[in-house]
């Protein structure tokens, strides 16, 4: 007997491998193939009928029209619909409080050139007999050191010179003597000299300090006014000569007074409004600058100034609008004026937009093409353009056929994506079910159909919950991730729309898996359409040249992406209890829900067999925290716990923990034989329970493999007893349970706890070593005695689930404080003790 358990121990890992292996591809070639075979028959519809005249390719030959025809083009009139409907026509409007600020900055602007020329508002400051304006406007503006060489110029040659050159002053390019003698400033009749004479070149003037480094440019209306000065130096009193310089010098102070404000303001606000020609402006020239920039100032402002236009370029309609309308020498000044006090005055008009975008929708009509009888579509050794591709393909001549190097390509594309979601299968769930991928394969080819139906909503977000759901998040984003790349390459799709679907399908694939009621997943649908409809938004933001639009024109479809998510999301809620019982699926969720006390089974349960359903919870604290501390599924383990032992519900009575200190019903039988038969009838009859109310195969192989192929040694020992008298020979394989013995880690846990609960509970005042050295004692045996072999468990988390059994007994077993009974009175001590009964 010990030979054939050792036979069977080192065979049955062995064939759990072989079992293992096979179930981890899922199953056969032939589910392989298919999924290979019926994707790519879905995904590849571009490459059964490819024209080989495509746009962008060159035609090998002439071809000509075999007849006259208008041929429609349905995909360039829908994609100029679409572009209309995101907001590429936008209408603006004028807002009128950027025009009063215009009007208020301009009024200031104005109002401090008034106040600047105020300051030299004495103009001319000298009778234009004597000095001309010109030559005031000059001298007012030049440098002191000039204006004292003038000075000193009209006072030398009023002198009485000697011969020769005189000093300090040089020829050629120097103010000379005889240079000066030749020009004759004053002719006998007093007139002015002759200025083509005196202007003919330009002089210097060197200081009259010896060894002096400085000279001073004498400019054409230098000497014009030397000139002036001097003919009415000649003819007058000195005294009015005097008065004449000294009104000159006062006008300089003034002038320098203007200037120095100017700079002030341009401190003060940071730019430039004004420069020197606003003082150099008559009263009349300032006046017509004044209305001019008024004027242009409404017309801009009337013609709208747009947000998007960079200034550099309105700047350049203000040069063609002020031309003619102000003074020439005050045109500069005016456009710098309105440079800074024009802005761009135009903004939405969202209800126009709206309008405009629907009205343009609907206006465009559909692009046709028309060509006559013979009339030539496209030359040989042309590139085919848009328009030839669709009369080609109107009148079947654009050659189409299966294109087979693509397709073999692309199946190898696909056998790819396969692969991976089968290596993916390996490594996080060695044990998956062929109808498991037969399930991951129906999602994954209802997108490509959605597509051929011309559904416009793909099922991505839907795939990636109920694969995330079912299987865990590292698998529904490989699913997700692998389609949302292999479809676009087989099937035309708006890249915007199946990118943002994708992006949905990612995040419900990512969270589904920790969600624990169905209200957290309707809460998830609604992450997922938002998720939608915010790349939606973005990606077109990001993709399209004109954002500023996009923000109300797109609003529609960001609304109708986010509905189309959670559409999904309540199509994914509403299928997924139908598909975890049609392909007997476990779920956090329906763990959770199976878990419920309220359960009809459970209920029965607890009314039925009290005392097997406090055992049963009891079990159910040990092993699921034994499993939280290994990493196993801690709901299978909780939930599968639960139903354990429903079987006993077929007779209560036959087990001990439901007789309440009754008799026993096995002392009344007095047959071994009989008695066994009950006992292991519990699982058979908690089979047939747990089939009659569908409970997922995950649960119900927590039925017999709790026990395995354990030996109910207390009949099997009376049996014994009374063969030995009898001269029987009992057989032990009829008091051991039919098995299977435990497959997994999480029933290989409830077995130990179920074997332990007992031996537990029976301790009073033991300390933690002797719990923990019967329980290993407990586990001991259930390892000598092969029925931990397939369930996976190692010899260290042996000792951990060991561990952890005896802390949970002890939070069960906690003491409590005992009451005195010398300070009570009787009344008192009888409701202590009802509250220590109760409790």
């Keep these: 007997m010990h030979l054939t358990r050792l036979i069977g121990k080192l065979l049955k890992p062995q064939k759990k491998q072989q079992l293992s292996s096979w179930s981890a591809l899922a199953t056969s070639p032939i589910l392989v193939v298919l999924a290979i075979a019926s994707l790519t028959a879905t995904i590849g519809q571009r490459y059964y009928s490819q024209p080989k005249l495509d746009e962008g390719t060159v035609a090998p030959q002439t071809i000509l029209a075999p007849e006259g025809a208008i041929v429609p083009d349905n995909k360039v009139t829908e994609e100029q619909r679409k572009s209309a409907r995101l907001g590429d026509i936008t209408v603006l409007m004028i807002n009128e409080s950027v025009n009063q600020k215009v009007n208020k900055e301009l009024a200031e602007i104005l109002a401090l050139g008034n106040q600047i020329r105020q300051i030299v508002v004495n103009f001319p400051f000298v009778n234009t007999g004597i000095l001309s304006t010109n030559t005031q406007l000059h001298l007012r503006q030049i440098s002191q050191e000039k204006w004292v060489a003038i000075q000193q110029i009209v006072e030398e040659e009023l002198r009485e010179r000697p011969p020769g050159p005189q000093p300090g002053i040089t020829t050629d390019s120097i103010l000379t003597k005889d240079l000066i003698d030749s020009i004759e400033f004053v002719s006998n009749n007093n007139n002015l000299i002759d200025n083509n004479q005196l202007l003919s070149k330009p002089l210097i003037l060197v200081n009259y300090q010896e060894n002096s480094q400085n000279s ?41 007074e203007a200037i120095e404000a100017l700079a002030q303001q341009q401190e003060i606000e940071g730019y430039e409004v004004y420069d020197s020609t ?8 300032w006046q017509k600058t004044q209305i001019g920039i008024k004027t242009v100032k409404e017309r801009m402002l009337a013609q709208g100034i747009s947000p998007n236009l960079p200034k550099e370029e309105w700047v350049k309609a203000l040069k063609v609008q002020v031309n003619g309308v102000v003074p020439v020498v005050a045109e500069d000044l005016a456009i710098n004026v309105l440079k800074v006090a024009l802005e761009a005055n135009l903004s939405l008009d969202p209800e126009g937009t709206k309008q405009s975008v629907e009205l343009a929708a609907q206006d465009i009509e559909t692009v046709t093409y028309k060509v006559k009888k013979n009339e030539v579509i496209v030359k040989q050794g042309k590139n085919i353009n848009r328009k030839a591709f669709v009369l080609l393909d109107h009148f079947g001549l654009s050659r189409r056929t299966v294109n087979w190097r693509g397709l073999v390509v692309f199946v190898g594309i696909v056998s790819g994506a396969v692969g991976i979601v089968v290596i993916v299968e390996r490594q996080l769930k060695p044990c998956f079910r062929r109808r498991d991928n037969i399930l991951l394969l129906l999602l994954s080819l209802s997108a490509p159909l959605l597509i051929t139906l011309r559904i416009p909503w793909s099922s991505l977000p839907a795939i990636g919950l109920l694969v995330g759901t079912f299987y865990g998040s590292t698998m529904g984003v490989t699913v997700v991730g692998l389609i949302s790349v292999v479809l676009p390459i087989g099937m035309d799709v708006d890249k915007i729309d199946w990118f943002a679907s994708a992006a949905g399908g990612i995040v419900g694939s990512l969270i589904a898996e920790k969600m624990r009621s169905r209200e957290e997943q309707a809460l998830l649908g609604v992450g997922i359409g938002l998720t939608q409809g915010t790349v939606y938004l973005l990606t077109n933001l990001i993709v399209r040249a004109t954002p500023g639009l996009l923000w109300y024109a797109i609003v529609g479809p960001v609304g109708l992406q986010a509905v189309a998510g959670l559409v999904w999301s309540i199509v994914a809620l509403g299928l997924s209890p139908y598909l975890e019982h049609l392909f007997d699926l476990i779920t956090p969720i329906r763990l959770s829900e199976l878990a419920n006390p309220n359960r009809p089974l459970l209920k029965r349960l607890a009314s039925e067999a009290p005392g097997t359903f406090q055992h049963t919870l009891f079990v159910a604290s040990l092993a699921e925290a034994a499993a939280r501390a290994i990493g196993c599924n801690v709901e299978l383990v909780r939930t599968g716990t639960l139903y354990h032992d429903i079987g006993k519900m077929h007779d209560p009575l036959g087990f001990i923990e439901n007789q309440m200190g009754g008799p026993n019903k096995h002392d009344e039988i007095k047959d071994p034989w009989v008695s066994v038969e009950i006992i292991r009838k519990h699982v058979t009859e908690g089979l047939v329970m747990a089939r009659r109310h569908r409970l997922p195969k995950a649960i119900t192989a927590f039925i017999p493999e709790h026990q395995g192929t354990m030996l109910i040694a207390y009949f099997y020992y009376q049996a014994k007893q009374r063969a030995e008298k009898g001269g029987k020979v009992v057989k032990e394989e009829m008091f051991r349970y039919a098995g299977p013995i435990p497959q997994s880690r999480e029933t290989g846990i409830v077995m130990l706890a179920d074997s332990c609960e007992a031996a537990l509970r029976s301790l009073k005042d033991a300390t933690h070593k002797d719990a923990l050295q019967m329980v290993k004692k407990i586990m001991r045996a259930r390892w000598q005695d092969n029925q931990l072999v397939d369930s996976g468990l190692t010899r260290a988390e042996m000792s951990t689930i060991a561990e952890i059994f005896v802390q949970v007994w002890e939070q069960y077993n906690h003491k409590r404080i005992a009451y005195p009974k010398a300070a009570m009175n009787p009344n008192q001590v009888k409701t202590v003790k009802s509250v220590v009964s109760s409790n």
């Design 216 to 256: 001073i440019v004498i400019s054409s209306k230098d000497r014009q006014a030397i000139s002036e000065l001097l003919a009415y130096r000649k003819k007058s009193f000195f005294q009015n000569y005097d008065r004449v310089l000294e009104e000159v010098s006062q006008a300089r102070d003034v002038y320098e």
């Design 278 to 285: 606003l003082l150099e402006l008559s009263d009349t020239d």
